[in-house]
């Protein structure tokens, strides 16, 4: 039989104070602010509105991070939310509240502290939430994701801790007053995935809200997706975002011309972009080549005013051949999957400056057999001080294309996955490989493919001789170094449509030859 502990002194003063709905309203002027995330926490776990709603009105710090606190969208809590944050922004002067004593505020800004050092989004924390008057501030930013679970944990007693003056003013980033506080617009920040399904209450609820008051409020966005054909509501939303605030867009799509069109501008604003990945981008069969050129025009067209872009990811886009040179931000990541390359894309890879600072560089499923390795062994020798990354998967490279780029390959001393499934190579190269990249010391992931000799004359997999093999290659670094992550992968068995994977030592496959 468990013992179930007792109540807390504070939970059971929460239970008290929210059994009486009126006094729990009036007794919030006199809360230490310490004390507010836990109380919110509870009432809105019990489902107090009211008391939430007053809550957000006298909210003592610049951000409410009320995403973190919902499983899934809550439209109800929402509309407690932007009902207390209605009040707020009918006055044109910061809220009277009653001062708190100077111990008292004294001892809550000590307790901040420490907490602003262990959370994510630093800066939008460290604001002095209580002045040196003793007022209180009014929420700047309702965040709406699933983060910052930290803030909620954080405001227990066993982790609040005093700290010094000098802590104090060293995480004291904000410089404005309260005054300068209320002038700012309210920031509502949310991830967005749109979809060509109607918007669910949650969102038309936000939207319609947002709208009715876009010279006080500001709808931001770090993170964007897009699900199938963009809709005159996709269209709506992004108009209402603030566009220079989203850092991370994905499109999935089947684009069509007036879509594009209508959709393409809105790129060019995102001016601190940082990540863009577009798939399954292609154009309807009876679009003419004029059309298709005028579609990439207008989208390529807006990679020239994305200044902060650094990760380019793009798969299965059809759109794409002969047009890389339209990318000319410097990229740390860059992704090209899956779509067929030009001879000139395929050069001028090696000769623009946005290789030159690759950090991670991903072709699988690009078809390398008929062009020259030389323009891969160029970028490799650029990059070898930093590439981390290096994906050629599936990209059907024969045994001298690899051995043309081993040179270059071995001096990316900072290379930390690198992956080769999907290419038919002989044992020897495979040999070669390995003692290229033996004292790659950094290399923590290894996936290789299974030597050609692996398989019979017609294309099925011999188990017994695939796996003396991979044995002897995963030997011959284990003579240099202790491989961390190390897979030998086949192709599809034509027997039974499976593939064997060797991991040092054990081989799996659940093909009945296997036995």
């Given at each position: 039989m468990s013992i179930q502990s007792p109540p807390t002194l504070l939970e059971l003063a929460w239970s008290s104070l929210l059994s009486d709905k009126s006094r729990a309203i009036l007794d919030l002027e006199d809360l230490p602010i310490e004390l507010f995330p836990p109380l919110f926490v509870e009432a809105f776990s019990r489902g107090h509105t009211e008391v939430l709603k007053k809550m957000v009105q006298t909210w003592p710090f610049t951000c409410l991070p009320l995403g973190a606190l919902m499983r899934q969208p809550q439209p109800e809590m929402l509309r407690v939310a932007l009902d207390g944050l209605d009040m707020l922004l009918a006055q044109q002067e910061c809220p009277r509240l009653p001062v708190l004593p100077a111990r008292r505020g004294g001892e809550a800004l000590a307790m901040l502290s420490p907490i602003w050092e262990r959370l994510p989004d630093v800066e939008v924390f460290v604001a002095a939430v209580v002045t040196q008057q003793g007022g209180r501030w009014k929420p700047q930013v309702l965040d709406l994701r699933n983060v910052h679970g930290n803030f909620w944990r954080m405001w227990s007693g066993a982790v609040v801790v005093a700290c010094s003056p000098e802590d104090m003013k060293k995480n004291q980033k904000l410089k404005h007053g309260p005054a300068m506080a209320a002038k700012l617009p309210l920031k509502v920040v949310i991830d967005l995935?749109?979809?060509?399904?109607?918007?669910?209450?949650?969102?038309?609820?936000?939207?319609?809200?947002?709208?009715?008051?876009?010279?006080?409020?500001?709808?931001?966005?770090?993170?964007?997706?897009?699900?199938?054909?963009?809709?005159r509501h996709t269209r709506k939303v992004l108009r209402l975002l603030q566009l220079d605030s989203v850092q991370k867009v994905e499109v999935h799509c089947t684009w069509v011309p007036s879509t594009l069109a209508?959709?393409?501008?809105?790129?060019?604003q995102m001016r601190n972009l940082r990540k863009l990945l577009v798939s399954q981008v292609r154009v309807p069969a009876h679009t003419s080549p004029e059309e298709q050129e005028w579609l990439?025009?207008?989208?390529?067209?807006?990679?020239?005013?994305?200044?902060?872009?650094?990760?380019?990811?793009?798969?299965a886009v059809l759109l794409l051949e002969g047009h890389l040179e339209h990318l000319k931000t410097p990229l740390e990541a860059l992704s090209i999957t899956n779509c067929p390359l030009s001879d000139s894309d395929w050069n001028y890879l090696s000769q623009c400056p946005n290789t030159s600072q690759l950090r991670h560089l991903d072709?699988?499923?690009?078809?390398?057999?008929?062009?020259?390795?030389?323009?891969?062994?160029?970028?490799?020798?650029?990059?070898?001080?930093?590439?981390?990354?290096?994906?050629?998967?599936?990209?059907?490279?024969?045994?001298s294309q690899l051995q043309a780029i081993l040179p270059a390959l071995s001096r990316c001393s900072q290379l930390r996955i690198l992956c080769f499934f999907g290419n038919r190579i002989s044992m020897s190269v495979?040999?070669?490989?390995?003692?290229?990249?033996?004292?790659?010391?950094?290399?923590?992931?290894?996936?290789?493919?299974?030597?050609?000799?692996?398989?019979?004359?017609?294309?099925?997999?011999?188990?017994?001789?695939?796996?003396?093999?991979?044995?002897?290659?995963?030997?011959?670094?284990?003579?240099?170094?202790?491989?961390?992550?190390?897979?030998?992968?086949?192709?599809?068995?034509?027997?039974?449509?499976?593939?064997?994977?060797?991991?040092?030592?054990?081989?799996?496959?659940?093909?009945?030859?296997?036995?």
């Amino acid at each position: 039989m468990s013992i179930q502990s007792p109540p807390t002194l504070l939970e059971l003063a929460w239970s008290s104070l929210l059994s009486d709905k009126s006094r729990a309203i009036l007794d919030l002027e006199d809360l230490p602010i310490e004390l507010f995330p836990p109380l919110f926490v509870e009432a809105f776990s019990r489902g107090h509105t009211e008391v939430l709603k007053k809550m957000v009105q006298t909210w003592p710090f610049t951000c409410l991070p009320l995403g973190a606190l919902m499983r899934q969208p809550q439209p109800e809590m929402l509309r407690v939310a932007l009902d207390g944050l209605d009040m707020l922004l009918a006055q044109q002067e910061c809220p009277r509240l009653p001062v708190l004593p100077a111990r008292r505020g004294g001892e809550a800004l000590a307790m901040l502290s420490p907490i602003w050092e262990r959370l994510p989004d630093v800066e939008v924390f460290v604001a002095a939430v209580v002045t040196q008057q003793g007022g209180r501030w009014k929420p700047q930013v309702l965040d709406l994701r699933n983060v910052h679970g930290n803030f909620w944990r954080m405001w227990s007693g066993a982790v609040v801790v005093a700290c010094s003056p000098e802590d104090m003013k060293k995480n004291q980033k904000l410089k404005h007053g309260p005054a300068m506080a209320a002038k700012l617009p309210l920031k509502v920040v949310i991830d967005l995935c749109l979809t060509e399904r109607p918007m669910n209450e949650f969102q038309a609820h936000l939207f319609l809200w947002v709208t009715q008051r876009r010279d006080m409020v500001h709808l931001c966005c770090k993170r964007l997706k897009i699900f199938g054909k963009p809709t005159r509501h996709t269209r709506k939303v992004l108009r209402l975002l603030q566009l220079d605030s989203v850092q991370k867009v994905e499109v999935h799509c089947t684009w069509v011309p007036s879509t594009l069109a209508a959709c393409a501008p809105f790129l060019g604003q995102m001016r601190n972009l940082r990540k863009l990945l577009v798939s399954q981008v292609r154009v309807p069969a009876h679009t003419s080549p004029e059309e298709q050129e005028w579609l990439l025009a207008q989208l390529t067209s807006q990679f020239l005013r994305m200044d902060s872009l650094w990760k380019f990811c793009v798969d299965a886009v059809l759109l794409l051949e002969g047009h890389l040179e339209h990318l000319k931000t410097p990229l740390e990541a860059l992704s090209i999957t899956n779509c067929p390359l030009s001879d000139s894309d395929w050069n001028y890879l090696s000769q623009c400056p946005n290789t030159s600072q690759l950090r991670h560089l991903d072709l699988r499923g690009i078809k390398l057999t008929n062009f020259s390795p030389e323009p891969l062994k160029i970028i490799l020798e650029t990059v070898a001080a930093i590439l981390k990354s290096l994906d050629l998967e599936a990209c059907e490279m024969t045994d001298s294309q690899l051995q043309a780029i081993l040179p270059a390959l071995s001096r990316c001393s900072q290379l930390r996955i690198l992956c080769f499934f999907g290419n038919r190579i002989s044992m020897s190269v495979l040999r070669d490989l390995l003692l290229h990249t033996a004292r790659l010391s950094q290399l923590s992931r290894e996936l290789y493919p299974a030597p050609l000799e692996s398989y019979d004359a017609q294309g099925a997999i011999h188990p017994g001789r695939c796996s003396q093999l991979c044995a002897e290659l995963t030997a011959i670094l284990k003579d240099f170094r202790q491989p961390n992550i190390l897979i030998f992968h086949t192709v599809s068995c034509p027997q039974c449509g499976r593939m064997f994977l060797y991991n040092q030592g054990l081989i799996y496959c659940s093909c009945p030859t296997a036995a």
